[in-house]
Nanobody
Framework: QVQLVESGGGLVQPGGSLRLSCAAS????????MGWYRQAPGKQRELVAD??????????NYADAVKGRFAISRDNAKRTVYLQMNSVQPEDTAVYYC????????WGQGTQVTVSS
């Protein structure tokens, strides 16, 4: 079973930056389109960014709420996907998770991001 381990969250002031990491134990990690999701209290989990697998030319997509501020990337050799979060806002406060775009794997524990002054 694939394990997902998210890290890099924390408390950050509005306008600040964070870089999240997600390490996956998947043997064929590179073939999967990967996504970063978030879940705020009382809200459903939502996809905020995704990146294509190795056949997809590195294509990325972003939710409107984060477009221009967040950047997703991946290192297939390290089986890791990243989320660079810039110009964060209080509404970005949530637990952040990674998974395939099809949500193939069990969820990890997530990493808490709190944006507050």
């Amino acid at each position: 079973q694939v394990q997902l381990v998210e890290s890099g969250g924390g408390l950050v002031q509005p306008g600040g930056s964070l870089r999240l990491s997600c390490a996956a134990s998947a043997r064929f990690f590179s073939i999967y389109a990967m996504g970063w999701y978030r879940q705020a209290p009382g809200k459903q989990r939502e996809l905020v960014a995704d990146i294509a697998g190795f056949n997809g030319g590195g294509r990325t997509n972003y939710a409107d709420a984060v477009k221009g501020r967040f950047a997703i990337s991946r290192d297939n050799a390290k089986r890791t996907v990243y989320l660079q979060m810039n110009s964060v806002q209080p509404e970005d406060t949530a637990v952040y998770y990674c998974n395939t775009v099809q949500r193939n794997w069990d969820w990890g524990q997530g990493t808490q991001v709190t944006v507050s002054s």
